[in-house]
C-alpha cells in the first residue's frame, strides 16, 4: 500500500508542477507546495479511517483462526426423545396461530442489513451469518421488542411485517414464534418436550406460526424443547432447540 502512495505522490507532484510552470508559471514554490502537500494528505488514509476497518473486520470474524461449531450457546437436547414417527403416530396435534404465509418469498443470499457498516455491524459476523444459512427452521419467543427485531433482521425478513394478530401481552408470554422457510406447513403434533412439523419442501416460500407452551404436555418445563421440521413421512429436514 505505501509503494502506491510513494507512485500517487511522484505522480501528484510531477504532473502539479507541469501544470503550474505551463498555467500559472508566476506563482511562489510556496504556494505549490502547500497544495501538493493537501493532495497527498487527502490521498493518504487517516488514523480514524484505520479504526474503523479495524472495528469492520471485528464485526466480521473471530480475532484468531478458529474452529466453530456453533456461534453461540445452544441448549441441550431434551433428556427424553422418541422418533418423529413415533411423536407423529402417537402425539397430539398442537394448536398454532399463522402470522405469517408468502408462498412466493426467496430466501435471500445476502441483505443490506447484514452489512459491517449497517447499524454498527450488528448481524454482520460471518458464523453467525452461516449458522443461519444452514437451517430452514427458527424459534424464538414472541415476548421482547428487542429480542424479535435481532431475530427477523438475522432471518433477512425485516422488509415482511409479522404481526402478533391481536395477541395480548398475556397471551404472547407462553408463546414461541416458528419461522419454517421454504416448506408448507401441514400439521403440528407433540409429545413430551418435541414439536413435530410436518411439511412439504417447496422452493419458496416463508411462514410463521406460534405455539403456547401451555397447550404442550411437557416431561419437564425445565428442560428445552425441540422443534423438529419433517416431510410427511416423518423423515427430519432441520431442526431447533428452543
Not at 409429545?191 to 410436518?198: C, S
Amino acid at each position: 500500500m505505501r509503494f502506491i502512495y510513494i507512485v500517487l505522490i511522484i505522480a501528484t507532484v510531477t504532473n502539479t508542477q507541469t501544470s503550474f510552470c505551463y498555467g500559472v508559471g508566476e506563482e511562489s514554490k510556496g504556494t505549490v507546495a502547500k497544495k501538493v502537500h493537501a493532495i497527498v494528505a487527502e490521498a493518504q488514509p487517516s488514523q480514524t479511517q484505520d479504526k474503523e476497518l479495524l472495528k469492520r473486520l471485528e464485526k466480521l470474524e473471530p480475532l484468531t483462526p478458529t474452529n466453530i461449531q456453533t456461534p453461540f450457546f445452544q441448549s441441550p437436547f431434551p433428556s427424553m426423545m422418541q422418533s418423529t414417527k413415533e411423536v407423529i403416530r402417537t402425539g397430539f396435534q398442537l394448536p398454532f396461530r399463522q402470522i405469517l404465509n408468502e408462498p412466493q418469498w426467496q430466501r435471500p443470499l445476502y441483505m443490506e442489513q447484514w452489512h459491517s457498516t449497517y447499524s454498527g455491524g450488528r448481524w454482520s459476523y460471518i458464523p453467525v451469518r452461516l449458522f443461519y444459512a444452514q437451517h430452514r427452521i427458527f424459534t424464538t419467543s414472541a415476548v421482547g421488542l428487542s429480542n424479535m427485531y435481532d431475530f427477523l433482521h438475522n432471518l433477512g425478513l425485516s422488509d415482511l411485517n409479522v404481526e402478533q394478530k391481536g395477541a395480548t401481552q398475556e397471551e404472547r408470554v407462553n408463546e414461541v414464534v416458528v419461522v419454517v422457510m421454504q416448506a408448507k406447513i401441514e400439521r403440528v403434533m407433540t409429545k413430551g418436550n418435541q414439536v413435530v412439523i410436518t411439511a412439504i419442501p417447496q422452493r419458496t416460500g416463508v411462514q410463521a406460526i406460534t405455539v403456547n407452551r401451555l397447550n404442550m404436555k411437557l416431561n419437564s418445563v425445565y428442560e428445552s424443547i425441540i422443534f423438529q421440521l419433517v416431510t410427511l413421512d416423518g423423515d427430519e429436514i432441520d431442526y431447533s432447540i428452543y
